[in-house]
């Protein structure tokens, strides 16, 4: 079994959101700031190696925001990614934040950008027991349904290299039952995203 150690977060925000008026739905207001600012706040306190937020549709004004706030363009363990073909779907970014992060990892941990309630306490929880384990991929399940983030060791680099659309690993996990750990969670943020305006009623 090769090391899973170390880690990489790629947080998966190119989307266009088309479903939002005036966005991106990356910088909606919520009570702590910017959506986006969330799952960036989290994977750095989490004990992730390293962060790649991959950015696409509205870049700049996406980073316009961040730069807002300047200590993520401080932090040495956040790099932010440009992804030119997010009209390609999720896997365009799948894609671009595995090139980013190339051999230097021996797994990577995907991250919503649209999943503001995941915190670092359920992120260094799959870690370790990810790493304790002899599967290769890694989710959190909340009420026997299986939601993100997701984990997925250089044993599947090579095929996440190569998905197409807008599934992201989706398929990969599906195709391989045996190698998947599953996390229990009483908690559903990682079965909850924000895909219309009422999906913000808890948060704003």
Same mark, same amino acid.
């Given at each position: 079994?090769?090391?899973?150690?170390?880690?990489? %977060?790629?947080?998966?925000?190119?989307?266009? !959101? &088309? /479903?939002?008026?005036? =966005?991106?739905?990356?910088?909606?207001?919520?009570?702590? =700031?910017?959506?986006?600012?969330? #799952?960036?706040?989290? !994977?750095?306190?989490?004990?992730?190696?390293?962060?790649?937020?991959?950015?696409?549709?509205?870049?700049?004004?996406?980073?316009?925001?961040?730069?807002?706030?300047?200590?993520?363009?401080?932090?040495?363990?956040? &790099?932010?990614?440009?992804?030119?073909?997010?009209?390609?779907?999720?896997?365009?970014?799948?894609?671009? %934040?595995?090139?980013?992060?190339?051999?230097?990892? =021996?797994?990577?941990?995907?991250?919503?950008?649209?999943?503001?309630?995941?915190? !670092?306490?359920?992120?260094?929880?799959?870690?370790?027991?990810?790493?304790? !384990?002899?599967?290769?991929?890694? #989710?959190?399940?909340?009420?026997?349904?299986?939601?993100?983030?997701?984990?997925?060791?250089? &044993?599947?680099?090579?095929?996440?290299?190569?998905?197409?659309?807008?599934? =992201?690993? /989706?398929?990969?996990?599906?195709?391989?039952?045996?190698?998947?750990?599953?996390?229990?969670?009483?908690?559903?943020?990682?079965?909850?995203?924000?895909?219309?305006?009422?999906?913000?009623?808890?948060?704003?």
């Amino acid at each position: 079994m090769t090391t899973k150690k170390p880690t990489a %977060g790629i947080i998966l925000a190119a989307g266009m !959101s &088309e /479903r939002f008026q005036g =966005g991106p739905k990356q910088l909606l207001r919520l009570k702590r =700031g910017y959506m986006i600012e969330y #799952v960036i706040r989290a !994977s750095l306190d989490s004990k992730l190696n390293k962060i790649f937020l991959v950015i696409g549709h509205r870049h700049n004004k996406i980073l316009k925001a961040l730069a807002e706030n300047i200590k993520y363009f401080k932090n040495d363990r956040l &790099e932010i990614i440009i992804n030119r073909q997010y009209r390609q779907g999720m896997s365009s970014s799948v894609r671009a %934040g595995l090139a980013s992060a190339g051999n230097s990892f =021996g797994s990577v941990m995907f991250l919503l950008g649209d999943q503001p309630m995941i915190d !670092s306490m359920l992120i260094d929880l799959m870690l370790k027991r990810f790493y304790k !384990s002899d599967k290769n991929i890694c #989710v959190p399940v909340y009420k026997e349904k299986r939601g993100n983030p997701t984990i997925f060791s250089r &044993e599947h680099f090579n095929l996440l290299q190569r998905v197409k659309g807008d599934s =992201g690993g /989706r398929r990969i996990i599906l195709a391989n039952p045996d190698d998947i750990l599953k996390i229990d969670t009483d908690s559903p943020a990682c079965v909850y995203n924000i895909n219309t305006m009422d999906d913000l009623e808890e948060l704003i």
